[in-house]
T-cell receptor
Framework: DTGVSQDPRHKITKRGQNVTFRCDPISEHNRLYWYRQTLGQGPEFLTYFQNEAQLEKSRLLSDRFSAERPKGSFSTLEIQRTEQGDSAMYLC?????????????FGQGTRLTVV | DQQVKQNSPSLSVQEGRISILNCDYTNSMFDYFLWYKKYPAEGPTFLIS?????DKNEDGRFTVFLNKSAKHLSLHIVPSQPGDSAVYFCAASRTTSGTYKYIFGTGTRLKVLA
């Protein structure tokens, strides 16, 4: 296992279409995060899971966004009826539950362009 | 509201010299802090972290200093190398509240000149 894997790396879609991204975390990691990053900004938190439970969702995550982690392993992020403002890099990260703080490891990201 | 701030969007340093990247935070409940490095078209790479019970953590050329009273942390890179040229993000989290999400700053672009 070499790290967090995201698929696809790039996605170009027409406005109004639905898209789905996949994230495979580091195998023993039980926390999984989704972030979004736009040009000139830091990663913005979207949501996170501990095992299969979605524990927190950002207000940034509108009703058009849904994330799942059905068996506590891989996760999917779906965006319905995409808008041009959804164009961004979508980052997935995973970490291991431990006492105190732990670091999260990021995947390469999925670059979404809505045209 | 921007809870984690990196007020310097860019920094240029000569190879071999020290690079100092700064980060300020507003939420006194943050108790764990991290630095990430990011190259274009890649995800952030974890560099170093520090818990609020410490004021310094070192890992090779990288040292993070935490000043809780000033709500300020800094990353020192000594000596700086051209391969260190990247965007650096600081991040903070509140582990004691059970909220483990990381809040990121807007980043500082470091350029190390050969």
């Amino acid at each position: 296992d070499t790290g967090v894997s995201q698929d696809p790396r790039h996605k170009i879609t027409k406005r109004g279409q639905n898209v789905t991204f996949r994230c495979d975390p580091i195998s023993e990691h039980n926390r999984l995060y989704w972030y979004r990053q736009t040009l000139g900004q830091g990663p913005e938190f979207l949501t996170y899971f501990q095992n299969e439970a979605q524990l927190e969702k950002s207000r940034l995550l509108s009703d058009r966004f849904s994330a799942e982690r059905p068996k506590g392993s891989f996760s999917t992020l779906e965006i319905q009826r995409t808008e041009q403002g959804d164009s961004a890099m979508y980052l997935c990260a995973s970490s291991l539950v431990g006492g105190g703080g732990t670091e999260a490891f990021f995947g390469q990201g999925t670059r979404l362009t809505v045209v | 509201d921007q809870q984690v701030k990196q007020n310097s969007p860019s920094l240029s340093v000569q190879e071999g010299r020290i690079s100092i990247l700064n980060c300020d935070y507003t939420n006194s409940m943050f108790d764990y802090f991290l630095w990430y490095k990011k190259y274009p078209a890649e995800g952030p790479t974890f560099l170093i972290s520090i818990s609020s019970i410490k004021d310094k953590n070192e890992d090779g050329r990288f040292t993070v200093f935490l000043n809780k009273s000033a709500k300020h942390l800094s990353l020192h890179i000594v000596p700086s190398q051209p391969g260190d040229s990247a965007v650096y993000f600081c991040a903070a989290s509140r582990t004691t509240s059970g909220t483990y999400k990381y809040i990121f700053g807007t980043g500082t672009r470091l350029k190390v000149l050969a």
